[in-house]
């Protein structure tokens, strides 16, 4: 059951903001939207979560849609160690998370 | 803290043989989650507990997995046949909630199996 959808890969410069999408288009109302990364050769670490409005924290910012259909990642700068997989998860209920493909983020110096 | 603790990281064994994987949680988190992550099936959940109990296990791929958590600081997983398909990283993870109630998993360095 893939209740997200990402693009499989994206490309950023050096020290551009990045955008990562993510589509949850049957989002319920009391479903969270994480976002972890995993870097090459390391566990998947915490980026950022939300539920209804836009979050930051040092990392990046979550932005929601006001329909909660979908959100974007940002990354106000990305450098060559944000290179990562990115997941975008939604969690329903009392739930663990359950990873999907995620997106492949490859910054370019 | 140390964060979550993982051993051994790396194991090789043959065919057939028990293999055992451990996995120490941050202090204080009561959920504690195993996945199993291959480049054909991506990252799985296999089984979470919490308060030491065994909440779901519907991802536990067959019987040759099995899972304990005998108190609130250690946990293991144990594949016994070994099989090559069992060839694989491994990740431990443990939280104060589960994420579908907002709480963050914290996950370990992941014990990389090969079984020969």
């Known amino acids: 059951d893939a209740k997200t959808t990402q693009p499989n890969s994206m490309e950023s410069n050096e020290e551009e903001p990045v955008h990562l999408p993510c589509n949850h288009s049957t989002i319920s109302g009391t479903d969270y939207i994480h976002w972890y990364r995993q870097l090459p050769s390391q566990g998947p670490e915490y980026v950022i979560h939300g539920l209804t409005s836009n979050v930051n924290n040092r990392m990046a910012s979550l932005a929601i849609a006001e329909d909660r259909k979908s959100s974007t990642l940002i990354l106000h700068r990305a450098t060559l160690r944000d290179a990562a997989v990115y997941y975008c998860i939604r969690t329903s209920g009392n739930t663990p998370l359950v990873f999907g493909k995620g997106t492949r983020l490859s910054v370019i110096a | 803290d140390a964060g979550v603790i993982q051993s051994p990281r790396h194991e090789v064994t043959e065919m057939g043989q028990e293999v055992t994987l451990r996995c120490k949680p941050i202090?204080?988190?009561?959920?504690l989650f195993w996945y199993r992550q291959t480049m054909m099936r991506g990252l799985e959940l296999l089984i979470y507990f919490n308060n030491n109990v065994p909440i779901d296990d519907s991802g536990m791929p067959e019987d040759r997995f099995s899972a304990k958590m005998p108190n609130a600081s250690f946990s293991t997983l144990k594949i016994q046949p070994s099989e090559p398909r069992d060839s694989a990283v491994y990740f431990c993870a443990s939280s104060t909630g589960l994420a579908g109630a907002g709480n963050t998993q914290y996950f370990g360095p992941g014990t990389r199996l090969t079984v020969l």
């Open positions: 202090s204080g988190h009561n959920s």
